[in-house]
């Protein structure tokens, strides 16, 4: 079955399997995507796969997250982006433009920022976002990033993308409003599972209007929050107890689901979690060393995050590791269960990712039934072609991911790249395919 052609609405894709969002230093500081960017997108789509899921790309030009990450948040984007997504289309692969805004949840800055630390309510949150607190959002902020969407929304049609993704997982702050651990307002953005929702269904219908019903929408929707993984420090703690250590259940999220099917969406994106990296979305090895940089080089941002990079240092790595490594494990086709209830429970296509990479697997999930596509990051950063090793009968390819996460946490500092020695033959090898996506071309 992955080789089958599937339609979601009136884009036809080649076969099941889609790149999903994997991001890194591919564009110029102020947001502007350089030929990395389109290299690196490109190789993808010569590797075979039906489409392309961008990295989340950013609508707020203030948070920009981390720096050297794509932008969209201003017209002057369009030209560059349209250039490397008609190249990519061009080899037979759709484009899909996933966009968001982290929110309190933003990585890094040049300088610390308190728009940085704007979110559903006031709180605290150790792991992730670098300022101390978060700062609650006033009605017409909320407003104002509603309209960051749905400008955001017109360009990507103007970029000629086959489709287009908000991102309401990845603990950024959609899921921040949808949360009830990190959402306690009592305005009409919070209290009830209906309030939480508003920001979200404000979005969809302000994109909606904007580029028409016959433009590929789609939303990626973490399906149980899992708010006690990874080990972090919140406050304030929230009653009931169940809001403030798991979040949203799937009870809820099937709920959301379906009323974004009646919002006109067209197809849902299915992981779990709450923030990035999470041992949840990225199931796999915890990695310590990654984070350690990460943490390292944002500790002169705040004080929470100094504290954060000394705790790091002063650890012992294996203390480190079994302290917020708790709850990293890989599990094979992780949200696959997850996918199968949002496919039984709505009528629109449902694309489900994390923990795979065997063909007999996936072969497993779209025969069952569990989802229409499968979508995967690591595991074709480390094998871009893939598709080809399964056309040629293989179940695996010889040197697979190890789902380390090492690219999930390094690639916020250094180049966008796989990062685990076991992989190689040698240091200078690695580092050699990682500098490959800055080539002025991918024949060099």
Same mark, same amino acid.
């Given at each position: 079955? *992955?080789?089958?052609p599937f339609a979601i609405k009136n884009v036809t894709f080649k076969n099941r399997v889609l790149r999903s969002s994997i991001g890194g230093r591919t564009a110029y500081y102020d947001g502007t995507v350089t030929p990395a960017w389109k290299n690196f997108e490109k190789r993808f789509a010569e590797g075979g796969v039906a489409g392309i899921i961008s990295a989340t790309i950013g609508v707020?030009?203030?948070?920009?997250?981390?720096?050297? +990450?794509?932008? @969209?948040s201003d017209d002057k984007y369009i030209k560059p982006l349209r250039e490397g997504v008609r190249e990519v289309q061009? #080899?037979?692969? &759709? +484009? *899909?433009?996933?966009i968001g805004d982290p929110g309190g949840h933003t990585h890094m800055s040049l300088f610390s920022d308190a728009a940085d630390a704007k979110s559903a309510s006031a709180g605290v949150d150790l792991v992730y976002g670098y300022r101390n607190r978060l700062v609650p959002m006033s009605v017409d902020e909320i407003e104002?990033?509603?309209?960051?969407?749905?400008?955001? %929304? &017109? &360009?990507?049609?103007? @970029?000629?993308?086959?489709?287009?993704? *908000?991102?309401?997982?990845? /603990? +950024? #702050? *959609?899921?921040?409003? #949808?949360?009830?651990?990190t959402n306690r307002r009592r305005d009409d953005y919070g209290g009830s599972v209906e309030k939480r929702f508003r920001f979200l269904r404000d979005i969809v219908i302000g994109v909606r209007k904007q580029i028409g019903a016959d433009f590929l929408l789609g939303i990626r929707l973490s399906a149980k929050d899992f708010n006690y993984l990874p080990?972090?420090?919140?406050w304030p703690v929230v009653f009931p107890l169940r809001h403030y250590f798991i979040g949203n259940d799937l009870p809820v999220t099937l709920q959301y689901g379906k009323e974004l099917e009646k919002l006109g969406v067209d197809y849902l994106h299915i992981d779990s979690g709450f923030g990035f990296p999470n041992p949840k979305g990225n199931p796999g090895t915890y990695p310590v060393d990654g984070f350690k940089l990460f943490a390292n080089a944002t500790r002169h941002l705040r004080f929470k995050a100094n504290l954060r990079a000394t705790l790091f240092n002063v650890l012992p790595l294996f203390m480190a590791r079994a302290i917020f490594g708790l709850g990293w494990k890989f599990q094979p086709a992780a949200n696959a269960e997850f996918a199968r209830q949002f496919k039984q429970a709505v009528k629109i296509p449902i694309i489900a990712n994390g923990g795979f990479q065997q063909k007999d697997l996936m072969e497993t999930a779209? $025969? !069952?039934?569990? =989802?229409d596509m499968i979508a995967m990051a690591r595991p074709l950063l480390a094998n871009p072609d893939l598709l080809k090793v399964f056309q040629q009968g293989r179940n695996e390819p010889e040197?697979? =991911?190890?789902?380390c996460s090492r690219c999930c946490t390094r690639t %916020?500092?250094?180049?966008? /790249?796989? +990062? !685990?020695?076991? $992989?190689?033959?040698?240091?200078? !090898?690695?580092? %050699?395919? @990682?500098? &490959?996506?800055?080539a002025t071309s991918t024949d060099n």
């Open positions: 079955m *992955i080789f089958e707020n030009q203030r948070r920009l997250s981390p720096l050297q +990450y794509p932008a @969209i061009e #080899l037979g692969c &759709r +484009y *899909i433009m996933q104002q990033a509603v309209q960051n969407f749905v400008d955001a %929304a &017109r &360009r990507v049609r103007e @970029i000629g993308c086959d489709g287009f993704e *908000i991102t309401a997982s990845k /603990g +950024y #702050l *959609i899921q921040q409003f #949808l949360n009830p651990a080990f972090n420090f919140r779209l $025969r !069952e039934q569990m =989802c040197n697979p =991911c190890t789902f %916020a500092v250094l180049p966008l /790249g796989c +990062y !685990e020695p076991s $992989r190689f033959s040698s240091m200078e !090898e690695m580092e %050699a395919e @990682i500098l &490959r996506w800055s």
